[in-house]
């Protein structure tokens, strides 16, 4: 139908084209509507892209000689291929690689549960685990996620440990330099099992512990176990940092069991917690003032006066 015609395609009586008339109210509607879906091609195409690197100085109480300007970089929440593409995760990857860590950490979700079939997570665990072998740091661990649970744990893990990521599901393991020692904890996924400290803590380290859960909420549960005064870091992601976040309202897509410390730093009397706000999406393939982040720690030894006497630890002796 041409303007200024009837349905059945004679001139309009009026002679003027009032089937397009628009009045105020639907013109701010309309303007409102296209400003609604350029956020949201915004958000799902440039701004899900966008990512940045945290760079961190963390204090750690006796703190080896060894493991003075250790450095870390924490990669989280990858969630590929729903809606990670390979090529970011590889750009990631090489991000990492120009950081040069002396360790990387992986805090869960390394693939998404839904919305495709299960056989495209299992893949997706594949082909994550083949871009992270590509790491050129010395040493590489990883957790378990609730998406990770979700798709069968054993089909994420056994693909990414033959590929020389290994996952640690309540245990922990000792990094060496020397005779110094510094010990690595890995918590089973709290947000969908019930992880047992006693497992993913060491308990007698006597050097520091940096301890991962993928949910930073179960940090409340970490601080009422005996084992708490041991950890001196508590590494986590699950949250996106919310995702998408608008002003005043702030974040808007925030799970359970990542409501509460949404992200950045948080301390916990010794214990320092970091949130780590991934790179990837759920639910919607979307980003907005949230953009993916890459965090780079230093570790240095914290200064006799900011350490508390009574949790000091005495270094191991040599072996």
Same mark, same amino acid.
């Given at each position: 139908m041409h303007r200024g015609s009837t349905p059945n395609g004679q001139p309009d009586p009026k002679g003027q084209p009032g089937s397009f008339h628009l009045t105020r109210r639907g013109f701010l509607g309309a303007t409102l509507a296209a400003a609604g879906l350029g956020v949201a091609v915004y958000?799902?195409?440039?701004a899900r892209h966008e990512w940045e690197i945290t760079r961190l100085t963390i204090p750690i109480r006796d703190l080896p000689d060894g493991f003075q300007n250790f450095r870390i970089v924490q990669l989280s929440?990858?969630? &590929?291929?729903?809606?990670?593409?390979? #090529?970011?995760?590889?750009?990631?990857?090489?991000?990492i690689n120009a950081m040069a860590p002396d360790l990387v950490l992986v805090t869960g979700d390394f693939v998404s549960r839904g919305p495709l079939a299960l056989s495209v997570s299992w893949r997706s665990a594949g082909v994550a685990a083949e871009l992270l072998s590509t790491l050129k740091a010395p040493q590489r661990f990883?957790? &378990?996620?609730?998406?990770?649970?979700?798709?069968?744990?054993?089909?994420?893990?056994? *693909?990414l440990e033959a590929h020389?990521? *290994?996952? &640690?599901?309540?245990? #922990?393991?000792? &990094?060496?330099?020397?005779?110094?020692?510094l010990w690595l904890g890995g918590s089973n996924d709290a947000g969908t099992r019930t992880p047992d400290l006693n497992f993913a803590i060491p308990p007698n380290p006597r050097? *520091?512990?940096?301890?991962?859960?993928?949910? *930073?909420? #179960?940090?409340e549960s970490v601080v009422q176990h005996p084992r708490f005064p041991l950890i001196d870091l508590m590494l986590s992601g699950h949250s996106h940092g919310g995702q998408i976040r608008l002003p005043i309202l702030g974040p808007l897509i925030l799970p359970p069991m990542g409501q509460k410390y949404v992200e950045g730093m948080f301390r916990f009397d010794h214990m320092q917690? #970091?949130?780590?706000?991934?790179?990837?999406?759920v639910g919607l393939p979307f980003r907005l003032n949230c953009p993916a982040e890459l965090t780079h720690f230093t570790l240095v030894r914290a200064p006799e006066s900011e350490s508390d006497p009574a949790l000091k630890r005495t270094r191991p002796s040599a072996r």
């Amino acid at each position: 139908m041409h303007r200024g015609s009837t349905p059945n395609g004679q001139p309009d009586p009026k002679g003027q084209p009032g089937s397009f008339h628009l009045t105020r109210r639907g013109f701010l509607g309309a303007t409102l509507a296209a400003a609604g879906l350029g956020v949201a091609v915004y958000s799902g195409t440039h701004a899900r892209h966008e990512w940045e690197i945290t760079r961190l100085t963390i204090p750690i109480r006796d703190l080896p000689d060894g493991f003075q300007n250790f450095r870390i970089v924490q990669l989280s929440d990858i969630h &590929l291929e729903e809606f990670t593409e390979p #090529y970011f995760l590889e750009h990631m990857v090489a991000q990492i690689n120009a950081m040069a860590p002396d360790l990387v950490l992986v805090t869960g979700d390394f693939v998404s549960r839904g919305p495709l079939a299960l056989s495209v997570s299992w893949r997706s665990a594949g082909v994550a685990a083949e871009l992270l072998s590509t790491l050129k740091a010395p040493q590489r661990f990883g957790i &378990l996620g609730n998406h990770d649970v979700n798709v069968g744990a054993d089909h994420v893990i056994r *693909p990414l440990e033959a590929h020389g990521t *290994p996952i &640690l599901v309540d245990s #922990y393991f000792a &990094l060496e330099r020397g005779r110094d020692l510094l010990w690595l904890g890995g918590s089973n996924d709290a947000g969908t099992r019930t992880p047992d400290l006693n497992f993913a803590i060491p308990p007698n380290p006597r050097a *520091p512990v940096i301890f991962m859960c993928h949910e *930073p909420d #179960y940090v409340e549960s970490v601080v009422q176990h005996p084992r708490f005064p041991l950890i001196d870091l508590m590494l986590s992601g699950h949250s996106h940092g919310g995702q998408i976040r608008l002003p005043i309202l702030g974040p808007l897509i925030l799970p359970p069991m990542g409501q509460k410390y949404v992200e950045g730093m948080f301390r916990f009397d010794h214990m320092q917690l #970091y949130v780590n706000r991934g790179i990837g999406t759920v639910g919607l393939p979307f980003r907005l003032n949230c953009p993916a982040e890459l965090t780079h720690f230093t570790l240095v030894r914290a200064p006799e006066s900011e350490s508390d006497p009574a949790l000091k630890r005495t270094r191991p002796s040599a072996r």
